[in-house]
Nanobody, 124 residues
């Protein structure tokens, strides 16, 4: 069973940047879909960005398009989320998730494998 570990969260001011990392316990299977989700207190979890390992396709929520970039390393062991021009509404717990299919980024049904999460706090 793959294990996912997120890192890179922290506190920044509005307009700042953070880079989140999602590390696989061994490696990500080719064609797996890896996604970043976030959940703010009192709000539902939402998908932020996704990619298929080994593919150039990327999926982004409208709220982060143009500001966030998801990428993978060549070793297929890490997936990153580069976040720029951060806003207070980006605050939340960010989770990495994985499964064989994310249905074009919709994640319906939701993924089976999740990390523990990393907190991102953006102050105004």
């Amino acid at each position: 069973v793959v294990q996912l570990v997120e890192s890179g969260g922290g506190s920044v001011q509005s307009g700042g940047s953070l880079r989140l990392s999602c590390a696989a316990s061994e490696y990500f299977y080719n064609e797996w879909c890896i996604g970043w989700f976030r959940q703010a207190p009192g709000k539902e979890r939402e998908g932020v960005a996704s990619l298929y390992i080994g593919s150039t396709g990327r999926f982004y929520a409208d709220s982060v398009k143009g500001r966030f970039t998801i990428s993978q390393d060549n070793a297929k062991k890490n997936v990153f989320l580069q976040m720029t021009r951060l806003k207070p509404e980006d605050t939340g717990m960010y989770y990495c998730a994985a499964d064989w299919n994310c249905y074009g980024g919709s994640w319906t049904p939701p993924p089976n494998y999740w990390g523990q999460g990393t907190q991102v706090t953006v102050s105004s």
